[in-house]
Nanobody
Framework: QVQLVESGGGLVQAGGSLRLSCAAS????????LGWFRQAPGKEREFVAS????????YYADSVKGRFTISRDNAKKTVTLQMNSLKPEDTAVYYC????????????????WGQGTQVTVSS
């Protein structure tokens, strides 16, 4: 079992940067693929980025490609999302999730979720 806790959200102006972190507990952390999702008010949860268990493969939504970077440190049991050139449309609650099978873009395939952290980008 994996427990996930996100941090690093906040309020930032358009064009600014934020770095989200997700701390995990559980002995099998390094065997899970990890993903970041977001959900804006009145909208469905959407995929942002994911990373394989080894960190060797990453996958990004087109809307964040070139602006966001996902990385993980299996020794520290953390996954981070570096967000640059933020836009007002990036405003959402961001969730970290763990998938025992693959670094999918489908939220239904993920087994464990954090509680989320709010990111607000002002124009």
């Amino acid at each position: 079992q994996v427990q996930l806790v996100e941090s690093g959200g906040g309020l930032v102006q358009a064009g600014g940067s934020l770095r989200l972190s997700c701390a995990a507990s559980g002995r099998t952390f390094r065997t899970y693929a990890l993903g970041w999702f977001r959900q804006a008010p009145g909208k469905e949860r959407e995929f942002v980025a994911s990373i394989s268990w080894s960190g060797g493969s990453t996958y990004y939504a087109d809307s964040v490609k070139g602006r966001f970077t996902i990385s993980r440190d299996n020794a520290k049991k953390t996954v981070t999302l570096q967000m640059n050139s933020l836009k007002p449309e990036d405003t959402a609650v961001y969730y970290c999730a763990a998938d025992r099978d693959s670094y999918s873009d489908n939220p239904s395939s993920y087994d464990y979720w954090g509680q989320g952290t709010q990111v607000t980008v002002s124009s």
